[in-house]
C-alpha cells in the first residue's frame, strides 16, 4: 500500500467516530496505557468508544511490567558527555508511516480555522498543535507515543511515564509567506525529560536543529529519529533558511525506579 492509500484508509477509520481504531489500541478518556493486543470478548462497547474492562486493564498491566524487564533496550547513541544524558533514537520502520498522516492531518486542522498555525499553544514556540485538539489523532499516533515512553523507561531507568495535557504536539518552523517563525531562542523546558521527533524529511528544508550551548553543537535529526534530553537543559531551535521543518515534541515527567 502505497503512502496516500494508507493516510487515507487511516482517516476513514477515524472519521467513522468509533475509537476502536485498531485492535491494538484501547482508550480511557484522562488515562494512559499502554497497546497491547486486547481479546474482543473483554471489551465494554459504549457510545463513547470501545473500553477494557478492570480486570483486563490489571491484566495489561503485569504483561506491561514483565514486557519492561524482558525487551532489550533500544539501539541509540550518545549526544555529548555521557553525563548530559541526551540520546539519540531510531522509530521503528513500521511507524514511519504515522509521521506523514500526523502531519498531514495538521495541516487539514490548521487549514479550517482561522489562525492557522498560530495557536499559540506555548509562549516561545507560536506555531504548536496538540494532538488531542485533532479527533482520532491522539489516538492513532497513541504506538508512537507509547514506544517513546517505554524507550524513556528502559534508557533512564524510570518506573512511570506521565505526559501532560497538551502532548504530544505539533511544531512548524516555516519560511512560508506570513510566518516569521523559523526558529526559536536558548531555553529550558519544565519538564523531566523532552523527546523531539523529527516528522519531515531532510530535503524539504535546510537550516535548523537542535542547538545545545553545553556541548556547543547542533543535531540535526533525520525523518523517523528522535532525541531525549533533559527538560532543564539549556537549548535553541536553530532558523531554518528554506522550506518547512515538522516535529512532534513531547514533554515527559516521569518516577523514579523503586530500588528491589
Not at 470478548?41 to 463513547?48: E, F, H
Not at 513500521?94 to 495541516?107: A, G, I, K, M
Not at 519544565?190 to 519531515?200: G, R
Not at 528522535?226 to 536553530?238: A, C, E, R, S
Request: hydrophobic letters at 30%; glycine letters at 6%.
Amino acid at each position: 500500500m502505497n503512502r496516500n492509500n494508507d493516510i487515507n484508509a487511516m482517516r476513514d477509520l477515524i472519521s467513522c467516530g468509533c475509537s476502536r481504531i485498531c485492535s491494538c489500541i484501547g482508550h480511557r478518556e484522562g488515562e494512559e496505557w499502554f497497546p497491547y493486543p486486547i481479546e474482543e470478548d473483554a471489551l465494554v462497547c459504549t457510545n463513547k468508544g470501545v473500553f477494557p474492562t478492570q480486570a483486563e486493564r490489571m491484566q495489561h498491566q503485569q504483561i506491561t511490567n514483565a514486557r519492561r524487564h524482558l525487551t532489550p533496550p533500544p539501539t541509540f547513541s550518545i549526544v555529548g558527555h555521557p553525563s548530559l544524558r541526551i540520546y539519540r533514537f531510531q522509530l521503528p520502520h513500521h511507524f514511519l508511516h504515522l509521521l506523514d498522516y500526523v502531519v498531514e492531518e495538521c495541516q487539514r486542522y490548521a487549514a479550517r480555522t482561522s489562525t492557522g498555525w498560530l495557536t499559540y499553544l506555548y509562549s516561545l514556540t507560536k506555531q504548536d498543535i496538540a494532538l488531542r485538539d485533532i479527533p482520532g489523532l491522539y489516538e492513532a499516533s497513541r504506538p508512537i507515543t507509547s514506544f517513546i515512553k517505554r524507550t524513556i523507561e528502559q534508557v533512564y531507568g524510570v518506573d512511570t511515564v506521565r505526559i501532560d495535557r497538551n502532548q504530544p504536539h505539533v511544531l512548524k518552523y516555516s519560511t512560508e509567506e506570513g510566518s516569521n517563525h523559523t526558529g526559536v531562542e536558548l531555553h529550558h523546558d519544565k519538564c523531566d525529560l523532552t523527546a523531539n521527533i523529527m516528522l519531515s524529511r531532510s530535503q524539504s528544508y535546510s537550516g535548523g536543529g537542535t542547538y545545545f550551548p553545553d556541548i556547543n553543537e547542533t543535531v540535526r535529526l533525520e525523518f523517523g529519529e528522535f532525541i531525549v534530553h533533559p527538560g532543564n537543559l539549556v537549548h535553541g531551535g536553530v532558523d531554518i533558511t528554506t522550506g518547512s521543518r515538522y516535529l512532534m515534541i513531547l514533554f515527559a515527567h516521569t518516577i523514579p525506579r523503586k530500588s528491589i
